[in-house]
């Protein structure tokens, strides 16, 4: 269960790409960041199961494999939530999303060997070379082997930016997203209307006829094709899970566009920006939980029976925003900037796609709580914070802000030392990316050490004070 946005590059104020999505499961489920090199003269298939993945998916490996990032689940290395290739593909994957049980009983998911979240970045990355590239070879694995589940993915380089949903088993629909627009989701079928001719949009061969034999679409009865009211869910579980998240997604960027919360089937798929997005707004939305509002979940004791679903859930294992800026070399160009955890209580801290190598303590951890790995480093800073949100919560809060905002300003330094180079002295530019970069990502596990450190403290007097446990005397 995730969420995502969109940003195409005319609804940006810098004219950059951004794609911002959360990655929610179990709040134990560790993360790695992960280099996979290129490689050649492969043979053979990419098998899911062979990975101890979900099920038995499998894919004709590429002879020549790009070299490519994931931040796959530590369990199986695979799963891998993100990433760019050394082409400059970007990819975000998966959001889950809900076909119709009208459209599953004509179509279902191939469970057992359709291809899952499990094998996306993996598959698309180590190949495909631009964001339509990669959307036409993950419809034809959902037309040939077919999708295990329901999901949505984004794809990104430097000139397009893509988003395909799937209806069913065998069904699909991707848009280019409109240069001036941006496209929020949240765990729903969102897209309406499909043109053939149109060249922003690509679909599955049979995707209307299919529909109109099976009796999900009717000419006669609805009039021009609407793939999501055609295919996928919207039912009550849509009108507080889901609705409200797209709803605070539109209204921060269209502050004047009035609608009710829950009425997602009637927003907008895409809408220009009167306020354009930026990467400071794409990890705000990561962090968005309707703070100050009476469905804020965790700023008036923590409520998990809040009916309206966040965007920044405990359980969200890491939130991540894909920056590309065509302009700049790749290596520096596109950055992926990732949050281990609950956005909420997390920094945002950024990979760049030049980067060589990442800390040893960003491919540690499992599901118990190792000191080493980057990942509980700050989970287990989220942990002791949600114990008193409102007391604790604003100073990690501030102090990761702060961190973000010495990196932000920080980085312009470091990308022109490496313009400045890049054509003198390559080994120069890769040693200044590399140290700042590695820099960067160390400093922020020590601050998450010291947060801890200091939350520890905080707690320990808030408990003697409510057990002191003192004598009479009032004395040691």
Request: aromatic fraction near 6%; glycine fraction near 4%.
């Given at each position: 269960m995730c969420t995502s946005l969109v940003a195409a590059e005319k609804a940006t104020a810098d004219g950059s790409?951004?794609?911002?999505?959360?990655a929610d499961s179990a709040a134990i489920k560790a993360q790695h960041f992960i280099i996979h090199p290129a490689k050649e003269n492969q043979s053979g298939e990419w098998s899911t199961r062979a990975h101890q993945g979900v099920n038995d998916f499998t894919w004709p490996l590429p002879?020549?494999?790009l070299r490519y990032t994931t931040i796959p689940f530590w369990k199986t290395g695979v799963h891998g939530a993100a990433g760019f290739n050394e082409a400059g593909l970007g990819v975000t994957g998966t959001e889950s999303i809900f076909a119709s049980e009208e459209a599953l009983a004509v179509d279902p998911y191939v469970k057992e060997t359709g291809v899952t979240e499990d094998d996306i970045a993996d598959v698309i990355l180590s190949?495909?070379?631009?964001?339509r590239e990669g959307v036409l070879l993950l419809g034809r694995i959902i037309e040939e082997k077919g999708a295990g589940e329901g999901f949505g993915v984004a794809f990104v380089d430097t000139t397009d930016v893509w988003y395909l949903e799937t209806g069913s088993g065998h069904q699909w629909f991707a848009r280019r997203i409109p240069a001036e627009h941006y496209f929020a989701s949240g765990n729903q079928g969102r897209f309406g209307e499909y043109d053939p001719d149109d060249p922003s949009m690509?679909?599955?061969k049979s995707l209307v006829s299919f529909a109109a034999e099976k009796g999900l679409y009717n000419p006669d009865r609805d009039g021009v094709f609407n793939f999501s009211r055609a295919y996928t869910r919207d039912d009550s579980r849509?009108?507080?899970?889901?609705?409200?998240r797209v709803w605070v997604m539109q209204k921060r960027f269209n502050p004047s566009l009035v609608q009710a919360p829950d009425a997602g089937r009637t927003f907008p798929v895409t809408l220009a920006p009167e306020k354009k997005v930026t990467v400071a707004d794409a990890r705000a939305v990561m962090r968005e939980h309707y703070e100050g509002t009476e469905h804020d979940p965790y700023g008036h004791g923590l409520r998990g029976d809040e009916p309206w679903r966040s965007i920044s859930v405990f359980r969200t294992y890491e939130a991540h925003v894909l920056h590309v800026r065509p302009w700049l070399p790749k290596e520096i160009g596109e950055v992926l900037h990732v949050a281990m955890g609950m956005a909420d209580l997390s920094v945002f801290l950024p990979f760049y796609a030049g980067l060589s190598r990442v800390p040893e303590s960003w491919t540690k951890g499992t599901?118990?709580?190792?000191?080493?790995?980057?990942?509980w480093k700050f989970r287990r800073v989220q942990t002791l914070a949600m114990t008193d949100y409102p007391k604790l919560a604003p100073i990690v809060k501030e102090a990761y802000a702060a961190y973000e905002a010495k990196t932000d300003a920080e980085a312009p330094a470091m990308e022109a030392e490496y313009?400045?180079?890049?054509?003198?002295?390559?080994?120069?530019?890769?040693?200044?990316?590399?140290d700042w970069n590695l820099r960067v990502i160390t400093e922020a596990e020590e601050l998450a050490e010291k947060l801890l450190a200091k939350l520890f403290v905080i707690r320990t007097a808030d408990i003697e004070a409510l057990v002191p446990g003192k004598n009479r005397k009032n004395k040691d």
């Open positions: 790409f951004i794609v911002t999505r959360s002879k020549q494999s190949e495909c070379r631009t964001a690509l679909a599955s849509d009108r507080t899970y889901n609705d409200p599901d118990q709580g190792e000191a080493d790995s980057a990942y313009l400045d180079l890049i054509g003198k002295d390559a080994a120069a530019a890769q040693k200044v990316l590399d």
